[in-house]
């Protein structure tokens, strides 16, 4: 009898034992659950992204967003753009909604409001979750999809070097291909705007203004005509200024005893026909 009793007894302790731990394990799964949870909330990087739009801090935005191969995303055009964006409204209060998801993004919706006029606006701040194992950890780049303009070509002379708004463009931004004696360069997208687009060489350089503003759109300057490029135009600039400086120097201290200088400013004549060319 005794021994059915310690039987019952060390039964009934593993018994226990059993429901402790699988309590245990249940509250551990529980809480890896809600941690998982909690560090794959985009509404952190959203807040960040929104906070610097409050604080005018273009360059922490852009580090946010989201640069995929092949989209040439300008700097300098995105701040332009926000800080037009952030001018166009006064927000004095805002309400952070909860994210959700739309087509396997997610979307924290941000409602800003202007008290003196009662109105508001909403801040949609799309967001792409990326991976990098083993970290359980997201990171979430800022999705600015919306504002880009998709697939645009340019085509300039081969060997000619490609620049937008001032920057040279590399197989970096773009997938660049040559076919007859012509430079193919693909963007997947890029910024809407206006841009100056430029094709140069060592002296020469052609120069067009395109709004990019619809899908497919294709810039072609080895149509157009070429002119001096800036650096050979500034050569050409200081060495006149330099040839008119040396000139009147020469003039105000002018010596009797320089016959072609004395005849040339005596000349009238001669002068006349060398202002017109």
């Known amino acids: 009898m005794e021994q059915i009793l310690k039987k019952i007894y060390k039964s009934r302790i593993f018994g226990l034992i059993s429901i402790l731990f699988f309590i245990a394990v249940c509250m551990g799964i529980g809480a890896f659950a809600a941690y998982v949870k909690h560090v794959s909330n985009p509404t952190e990087q959203a807040v960040t992204y929104f906070r610097a739009f409050m604080q005018q801090d273009y360059d922490t935005m852009y580090n946010l967003l989201d640069k995929k191969d092949g989209y040439y995303i300008s700097k300098d055009r995105y701040k332009e753009i926000m800080q037009k964006t952030r001018e166009s409204m006064t ?41 990098h194992l083993p970290k359980l950890k997201p990171d979430y780049k800022v999705d600015i999809e919306k504002m880009l303009v998709k697939n645009l070509t340019i085509k300039i002379p081969q060997g000619d070097k490609l620049t937008i708004a001032g920057i040279e463009i590399t197989d970096k931004d773009a997938n660049i291909t040559t076919e007859n004696n012509i430079q193919i360069y693909n963007f ?90």
């Open 91 to 131: 927000i004095d209060s805002y309400k952070i909604n909860d994210p959700r998801k739309e087509d396997g993004q997610y979307v924290v919706t941000i409602e800003c409001t202007d008290d003196e006029t009662d109105s508001s606006q909403n801040m949609n701040i799309y967001l792409n979750k990326k991976m």
């Open 188 to 277: 997947k997208a890029i910024l809407n705007g206006n841009y100056k687009i430029t094709c140069e060489n060592e002296y020469c350089a052609k120069n067009t203004l395109a709004n990019v503003i619809k899908k497919d759109m294709e810039v072609d300057l080895t149509k157009s005509w070429y002119t001096a490029n800036d650096r050979y135009t500034s050569k050409i600039t200081n060495s006149v200024t330099d040839f008119i400086n040396k000139y009147y120097s020469a003039a105000r201290n002018r010596s009797k005893s320089d016959k072609k200088l004395m005849a040339f400013i005596d000349d009238k004549k001669l002068q006349k026909s060398v202002s017109k060319q």
